[in-house]
């Protein structure tokens, strides 16, 4: 038997609303496209690059070989900088600070110019990564792909966060490291509403990539199982890993506090620290280029004998890197993280092994691995990325407690000596770090011209005390603006409950109100300013209501009470928007 209910129309409007699934249809299927989209810029960056490095090794004969680094970087720093107008870095801190400030806005120019720029300080010798410049491609794939469909900030952040999983999983086959670095690092919130666009989008490009040039794990090998005694000893291992990011963290940014007081152009700067790259490589020519043959070495065991060999090895990779990067180069961090870590891990073995008995420990190419992890996590302070990414690329989940271990012991380590990571270190000091759901955040989100009231009943300053009171009767306005019948300039403001002493005392009647009760000192509040500096202004001067200036013109009050009724609003977006289904 079958029962017949009676729906009304706006209950059936809300079931048929809330089972809609365009919006939500919308989202992946961007996701996808995206995906897609971010493989091929890595595929075509990364096929680009071997062609060009392998060019630059075979003319690696010629005496001019040295200036291609400086050549390369010049180049690259002045087609951003002085042709596109970018504004420079190393792509994922521009990302992270365009997520906090910007509402996720990227300029579509960053699509190619990434590639183009990272490719030319790459190929040509330059010590640095090319999934930063992906990560940025990707990023604005997103960012403008939101715009072009017209879909609000929360579906924005999804997609860029799309571009820099899609970017990732694709340049190294890992797609639980492209997932997990879009959420760790880029957006710092784990919701469904992101995760799960960006895991169908680490899968399509991923996918992508493997069917354009194969499902190859980039430094696979055959590894021995590892004992207790090898994780006793990452203990050690972890603790100076942690000592080599921070170092190589501080390198970099001493090149670049060097090269910061150079005088010049930064074309030219960026030019001078090519050279030295350059010169380095004549003698060592494993510290050029991305530095991945260095990797293979060291996980196959077939490194240079000797201690000594490998330390210059190690040493002058890390002064290439901060070179590069340093000058003003554009590249990541990834891959010169992996090469130096590699390199380090490969060292320790050697070093432990002159103190313990070699049978105790399982090999080289293990420690090689542990070394990646911990470098990696020291200066990107991301434990998460660490693990999957070493775990991904090396296939060596024979080691995951090791590496476990080494990684988060690295980045809390590092993390007493550089509390901020090398993606965020730039940003907190320029108050550019703003995290999801943090107060900064919610406040950089509030558009202060949106709360102005703007339809309010003004007076001249000549206007008898008498009549402002008729005034008063006639509006519910506890602030009054004082603005100049002549040129409308914005002379003050009276605080009726404040001033109320001044208006009703019958002496005052035939005095100007200009003269009386006008307050001349209030703090005045622009259009560049944003909803927590106006709040920190409130709370210095005491006072709940302010007056907007643009232009030079007055256009309204702003009170606290509206930014906190906003900021109560975004809060409840957030949490409304944490489910995708």
């Not at 699934?21 to 071997?50: E, Q, T, W, Y």
Request: charged share 15%; hydrophobic share 45%; aromatic share 8%.
């Amino acid at each position: 038997m079958f029962h017949h209910t009676d729906y009304s129309p706006a209950q059936l409007r809300a079931f048929l609303h809330f089972r809609s699934p365009s919006k939500n249809a919308l989202l992946i299927f961007a996701a996808i496209l995206v995906g897609a989209c971010s493989a091929l810029a890595a595929v075509a960056l990364n096929r680009a690059l071997d062609y060009l490095a392998t060019m630059r090794v075979t003319h690696s004969g010629h005496w001019w070989v040295f200036m291609l680094p400086a050549a390369g970087a010049a180049a690259a720093v002045f087609l951003s900088r002085n042709i596109l107008k970018e504004s420079g870095g190393h792509g994922v801190g521009e990302v992270i600070a365009k997520v906090g400030l910007k509402q996720g806005f990227l300029r579509p120019v960053s699509i190619i110019s990434a590639l183009v720029t990272s490719l030319l300080t790459i190929a040509s010798g330059g010590s640095a990564g090319p999934e930063a410049p992906v990560v940025l491609s990707g990023s604005s794939m997103g960012s403008n792909l939101s715009r072009l469909l017209r879909m609000g900030g929360q579906s924005r952040m999804t997609l860029i966060g799309c571009g820099a999983a899609g970017s990732i999983s694709a340049i190294f086959n890992a797609p639980v490291t492209g997932m997990i670095f879009a959420v760790e690092i880029i957006l710092g919130e784990w919701t469904p509403y992101h995760l799960i666009p960006i895991a169908i989008s680490s899968v399509v490009a991923t996918q992508t990539s493997r069917l354009l040039q194969g499902n190859v794990i980039p430094f696979s090998q055959d590894f021995p199982p590892m004992s207790f005694i090898d994780l006793g000893v990452s203990v050690l291992l972890a603790m100076l890993a942690s000592l080599v990011s921070v170092g190589f963290v501080r390198a970099i940014r001493q090149v670049g506090s060097i090269w910061a007081g150079m005088s010049g152009v930064q074309w030219i700067r960026a030019g001078i620290g090519g050279l030295c790259v350059g010169l380095i490589g004549l003698v060592f020519p494993y510290s050029l280029g991305e530095g991945y043959n260095s990797i293979k070495m060291a996980i196959h065991g077939t490194l240079p004998t000797g201690f000594l060999v490998v330390s210059l090895m190690l040493l002058t990779r890390i002064a290439t890197t901060s070179l590069t990067l340093g000058s003003g180069g554009l590249g990541g961090i990834f891959a010169p993280c992996l090469v130096i870590g590699s390199l380090f891990g490969a060292l320790f073995y050697r070093g432990a092994a002159m103190v313990l008995p070699v049978h105790w420990l399982t090999g080289e190419g293990s420690y090689a691995l542990m070394g990646m992890a911990g470098v990696l996590s020291g200066v990107m302070q991301a434990p998460l990325t660490s693990v999957f990414l070493v775990l991904e690329i090396t296939n060596g989940y024979h080691a995951v407690m090791h590496i476990m271990t080494v990684t988060f012991l690295s980045s809390m380590l590092t993390h007493a000596f550089e509390p901020s990571s090398f993606y965020f270190k730039d940003l907190v000091e320029k108050g550019q770090l703003l995290r999801p759901k943090t107060d900064a955040k919610i406040l950089a989100d509030i558009d202060p011209t949106t709360l102005v009231h703007r339809e309010l009943t003004s007076v001249s300053p000549q206007m008898p005390v008498s009549d402002f009171i008729g005034v008063l009767t006639s509006t519910p306005q506890t602030h009054i603006p004082i603005v100049d019948g002549d040129d409308g300039k914005f002379i003050g403001m009276v605080d009726v409950v404040a001033a109320r002493s001044s208006i009703l005392d019958p002496g005052q009647r035939s005095s100007n109100i200009g003269e009386v009760a006008v307050d001349r000192n209030a703090p005045v509040i622009d259009e560049d300013m944003g909803a927590e500096e106006i709040l920190e202004i409130m709370n210095r001067s005491g006072k709940r209501t302010l007056p907007f200036i643009k232009g030079g013109e007055f256009q309204g009050f702003i009170t606290k009470e509206d930014i906190l009724s906003a900021y109560r609003g975004e809060m409840k977006s957030y949490g409304a928007s944490d489910n995708l289904f």
